[in-house]
Every structure is written in C-alpha cells, then in structure tokens.
Nanobody, 124 residues
C-alpha cells in the first residue's frame, strides 16, 4: 500500500507543470486525495483536496484559480495541474490519502498515507 508522487521539476515563472500521485495496493476512488507542500524553512501547507464519493474538490486561497486537482480512477492516479506558477510555489509537493470530514481537509493529521514528495522549483 503506497502513494508515489512524481513529475516535479524546474519551471519558469508563469509556466505550468503537472505532478502525479500514483496509488498502489488500494483503490484511490475509496479515499480523499490531498496535496500538501513544504517550502524550505516553512511549515507544511495544505494545497488541495478531492474528497471521495464526489463530495467536491477544494483549494487553498493561494492556489485557487491556478491549480486543478483531478483523478483518473482507471489509472488509480491523481494529478495536480499547476498553472501560472510563481516563485512562491517552490516547495516539495506531497500527496496523501484519507477520509477527512469537510472541516478537517486542511489538517494533515487526518490523512493516513503519504507519498514521498516531489520537488517543484519555480525560477528564472
């Protein structure tokens, strides 16, 4: 049972990047999937959550309108499409699974399985 994050890299400000989170050993459709990020010297920050069962997708204000979280249940994979990237988006991005209630979607403690992280660097 694991999550594997991939797709990070170096991108220029204003550019786009898509990171992936591949699940194995369980069905992603049965869980919420979230993305968090952590920049050097900063605390982990919630980015987005797609709740299971079609209960909606939610975004932090800092990424709303720029990032899109999607799922491909056939591939058991979730994606975070990141557009209009800014230098402040530079961080290690982690995916996580859980079944949080709506009020707890930004709380990392409600997720029980985490991927290893993928580095995203936004720089010219």
């Amino acid at each position: 049972v694991q999550l594997q994050a991939s797709g990070g890299g170096l991108v220029q400000p204003g550019g786009a990047l898509r990171v992936s989170c591949s699940a194995s050993g369980f069905s992603l459709r049965d869980y919420a999937i979230a993305w968090f990020r952590q920049a050097p010297g900063k605390e982990r920050e919630w980015v987005s959550t797609s709740r299971h069962g079609g209960q909606g997708t939610y975004y932090a204000d800092s990424v709303k309108g720029r990032f899109i979280l999607s799922r491909d249940n056939a591939k058991n994979t979730a994606y975070l499409q990141m557009n209009s990237l800014k230098p402040e988006d530079t961080a290690i991005y982690y995916c996580a699974r859980g079944r949080p209630i709506l009020s707890a979607i930004a709380n990392g403690g409600t997720y029980d399985l985490w991927g290893q992280g993928t580095q995203v660097t936004v720089s010219s």
